[in-house]
């Protein structure tokens, strides 16, 4: 399968920012869409951005939309999230997703996963 590996995420104080990134192996990249989802204890895992294989269509869920920059690079199959004003919500731990499927502003994810990485904004 796939192999996805994240890295960036750490600890931040509200209102800075961290760029988060996404290194895939194994599969093809450039024709499909890649994103980020994340988790926060005891809640579900939830969509934070999406964007297409060449880079045309971007999606962002609202609680990030105007923060965060979801962007690729299909030559080096990365993936990257620069998230800035970054507030205590923003709390979670990032994965980064292979395939996801968009429909209007609402994204799923496939199955094709990374580790993940924390993101933790103190106040």
């Known amino acids: 399968q796939v192999q996805l590996v994240e890295s960036g995420g750490g600890l931040v104080q509200a209102g800075g920012s961290l760029r988060l990134s996404c290194a895939a192996s194994g599969r093809s990249f450039s024709n499909v869409n890649m994103g980020w989802f994340r988790q926060a204890p005891g809640k579900e895992r939830e969509f934070a951005a999406v964007?297409?294989?060449?880079?045309?269509?971007?999606y962002y869920a609202d609680s990030v939309k105007g923060r965060f920059t979801i962007s690729r690079d299909n030559a080096k199959n990365m993936v990257y999230l620069q998230m800035n004003s970054l507030k205590p919500e923003d709390t979670a731990v990032y994965y980064c997703n292979l395939g996801p499927g968009c429909s209007g502003n609402m994204c799923r994810p496939s199955n094709y996963w990374g580790q993940g990485t924390q993101v933790t904004v103190s106040s």
């Open positions: 964007i297409s294989g060449n880079s045309g269509t971007l």
